[in-house]
Structure formats: structure tokens, C-alpha cells
């Protein structure tokens, strides 16, 4: 079943703010994770990825953070711009398996002008 | 431009009926697959191809049959439609993970809007 879930299905900021975007994950044996941004009419987008032997990875005005403790992924978009406006979605890989992805439900991130 | 290409962007269709959706990539990857996105937005995997063979296959209904004819392409056949087909399919590849580590980026196509009627 469904292993990866987000805390906040919507989230609107200010253009300029920094957007910070939760995700959940339920299974301990997973090892590898991934940001995607899915904008209106397209394909979801690669935007970062962490392997589970890092906390934190960076990346140009995004930042994914991982507490394994708690599993608990996070995304930090820094300055955000009108352009970020998406539907983000974190995925896990559980370790051992084929290249499956399993996704969570996805957060609407809206900014405001 | 490189990348997945899906064809059609949109299929309106009569329950029962046949229809297939095409995917190519021109990557050079290895691993192909089929997701479905439902009306709440949700992602699941249906079907995962590594060089033509079949990897992953998780609970799709035998209506749904892909078909891989070389490694750039996987297509989608869904035979007698129905009503709860109605989805945004999205085809998507990557290196081969047994081969490239055992991470690798998944590059989605554009998607294709299924609409049973």
C-alpha cells in the first residue's frame, strides 16, 4: 500500500517567501528519495534527490532535507517565484526494489503575487 | 529535443471500446514505465520494461497490456474500456538500475488524458 504522504495538500505564499513542502514516509527500508514538480497540463519534473546515507542535499534555491528518525522528508524553495506554482510530490525507493517509485499524494503550491 | 513523448495528449473514448497509447523516448535508456494519475492526483506505477522485458507488474487489471517492440518504445494497450480507466497516463524512462547504481532519475513524458465515456 501507499507508504508516502504529505502533511499539507495546499500551501500558498507570498512571491519572494521561502516555501517549505513536508512529505511522510512509513517504510524504514527505503533508500532513496525524490522531489518532483508537476505543473497544470505536463509531466511530473525531477527537481532533487537524497540518498538515505545524507540529511541534506542543495540545489539552485532548493534544499531536501531527511530525518530518518522521524521519516520525514522536506523541500525548501528559497525566493519563491510565481513560476514555482506546481503540484510537488515526494517519492521513495524502497531498498531492493526494482526501480518502483511510489509516490505521495502531491501539495499544491500556489504563490502569490 | 530529447525526451519521453507521449501520443496522444488526449483520448475520448465509448466504454468498451480498444485503444492504445504510444511512448517513446529518445534517451537512450534502458527501463521504461506506465504510471497512473487519477482525478486526485494520485501517482502509481502500473508497469516497468528493462530492454523489452517486463519488470514490474503491480495489480494492473489483464485489460491493460504494454508492449515493448524495442527498448525506446513501450505502448499501452487497454482492451474494452472502462468508466474507472478515465485517468492522465503517463509514460516515463530511465538508465537501467541494475546496471546504472541503484538510483537513477525517471524523465516523464507529457502525459495522455484518457476520457471514458
Known amino acids: 500500500g501507499e507508504s508516502v504522504g504529505l502533511h499539507l495538500p495546499t500551501l500558498s505564499v507570498q512571491e519572494g517567501d521561502n516555501s517549505i513542502i513536508n512529505c511522510a514516509y512509513s517504510?524504514?527500508?527505503?533508500?532513496?528519495f525524490i522531489w518532483y514538480k508537476q505543473e497544470s497540463g505536463k509531466g511530473p519534473q525531477f527537481i532533487i534527490d537524497?540518498?538515505?546515507?545524507?540529511d541534506k542535499r542543495q540545489g539552485q534555491r532548493v534544499t531536501v532535507l531527511l530525518n530518518k528518525t522521524v521519516k520525514h522528508l522536506s523541500l525548501q524553495i528559497a525566493a519563491t517565484q510565481p513560476g514555482d506554482s506546481a503540484v510537488y510530490f515526494c517519492?521513495?525507493?524502497?531498498?531492493?526494489?526494482?526501480?518502483?517509485?511510489?509516490f505521495g499524494k502531491g501539495t499544491k503550491l500556489s504563490v502569490k503575487p | 529535443d530529447t525526451a519521453v513523448s507521449q501520443t496522444p495528449k488526449y483520448l475520448v473514448t465509448q466504454m468498451g471500446n480498444d485503444k492504445s497509447i504510444k511512448c517513446e523516448q529518445n534517451?537512450?535508456?534502458?527501463?521504461m514505465y506506465w504510471y497512473k494519475q487519477d482525478s486526485k492526483k494520485f501517482l502509481k506505477i502500473m508497469f516497468s520494461?528493462?530492454?523489452?522485458?517486463?519488470?514490474i507488474n503491480e495489480t494492473v487489471p489483464n485489460r491493460f497490456s504494454p508492449k515493448s517492440p524495442d527498448k525506446a518504445h513501450l505502448n499501452l494497450h487497454i482492451n474494452s474500456l472502462e468508466l474507472g480507466d478515465s485517468a492522465v497516463y503517463f509514460c516515463a524512462s530511465s538508465h537501467d538500475l541494475r546496471t546504472s547504481g541503484f538510483t537513477d532519475t525517471q524523465y516523464f513524458g507529457p502525459g495522455t488524458r484518457l476520457t471514458v465515456l
Open positions: 520494461y528493462n530492454n523489452k522485458e517486463l519488470i
Open positions: 517519492a521513495e525507493k524502497v531498498r531492493g526494489s526494482q526501480g518502483n517509485l511510489i
Open positions: 537524497i540518498r538515505s546515507n545524507m
Open positions: 534517451l537512450g535508456h534502458d527501463t
Open positions: 517504510n524504514s527500508a527505503s533508500d532513496y
